[in-house]
């Protein structure tokens, strides 16, 4: 081989090397500005858009890193959230606290000033100890609901008896019932096994029936009665109470909602909040109605699995 000819091989060689050097340079440049695109596309708009449908392994690394920013647009979109849900929480309890604990502070002061008799001092401490329940309930109930929905709290759910679980909310408030001379009549009640968590359940719907006994009038009934459905089992509970508002309806379930009709009685408007959190939970749902001997029905639906 001459010099010549060697001297070719090596500068065509060299020429080779330098045009694979430049492609691959230009190539891998001109992929960078496809990442460099996503980034700043997503910056800009939140948008991800995938330059890329062949299956190279660059593009395959374009999908994974659009995988990796949904994930974390999707954990800051949560945290946004969760912060917004605690933001509301705090706001709630502040506000639902205000009242009982002004009236602990005064009452403490009078009690502080020592001007008042033995049976008068009894009655306040008792005022007292009724408001601290009342604020110990309202917290309870609220971080309750609220770690339920936020799936913090979870409860198995199972087949059990419907009949064992509502006996369980009507001994809930029978006591109350009783006070009020109003009767709970259970009607075409049903034996049946639906998927649900007895303990649970009965909260929600001994919510329910508390609803209806503390709105109904004195002397008046409850009717509990059951319906078969092919995915569903529908118990309705109906009173003769001053009814609902059909506008109202869709914001009863609200946390600390109370309707018109409920405003001169004692409450918080709570119960019907965590009875749909619970049944929400389940698989179940509420819903409520005008009854049919008047004021109102309630149906709560569980699922039969």
Known sequence: ?????????????????????????????????????????????????????????ESKLISRLCRVLKRSRQKEEQAGKEKQEIAELLSDI????????ANILLNTELLKEGKLSSRDQRQFLMRNQEQAEKM??????????SRIEQGILVFDTFLAP?????????????ALAKEKQISIETEKVEECMPVHNPKWTA????NILENAVKYSPKGSRIFIETTMM????????TDEGPGICEAEYNRIFRRFY??????????????LYLAQVILQSEKGYITVAKGRRGGTCFSVFLFLG
């Not at 001459?2 to 430049?22: P, R, W």
């Not at 109370?258 to 119960?271: D, P, V």
């Open 1 to 57: 081989m001459t010099a010549e000819v060697f001297a070719g091989i090596c500068l065509g060689a060299a020429a080779v090397g330098i045009a694979l050097g430049l492609g691959s340079f230009l190539y891998y440049r001109r992929q960078l500005r496809v990442f460099s695109d996503v980034l700043n596309t997503f910056e800009k708009t939140g948008e991800l858009v995938e330059k890329e449908s062949r299956e190279t392994m």
């Open 94 to 101: 502040s506000h639902q606290l205000k009242t009982p604990l």
């Open 136 to 145: 110990q309930w309202l917290m309870k109930t609220l971080v309750k609901a």
């Open 162 to 174: 419907l009949t064992e679980t509502l006996a369980r909310s009507i001994s809930a408030v029978y």
């Open 203 to 206: 909260e929600a719907i001994g």
């Open 230 to 237: 092919e995915l569903y089992v529908q118990v309705k509970i």
């Open 258 to 271: 109370r309707g018109k009709q409920a405003e001169e009685q004692e409450g918080s408007g709570l119960g």
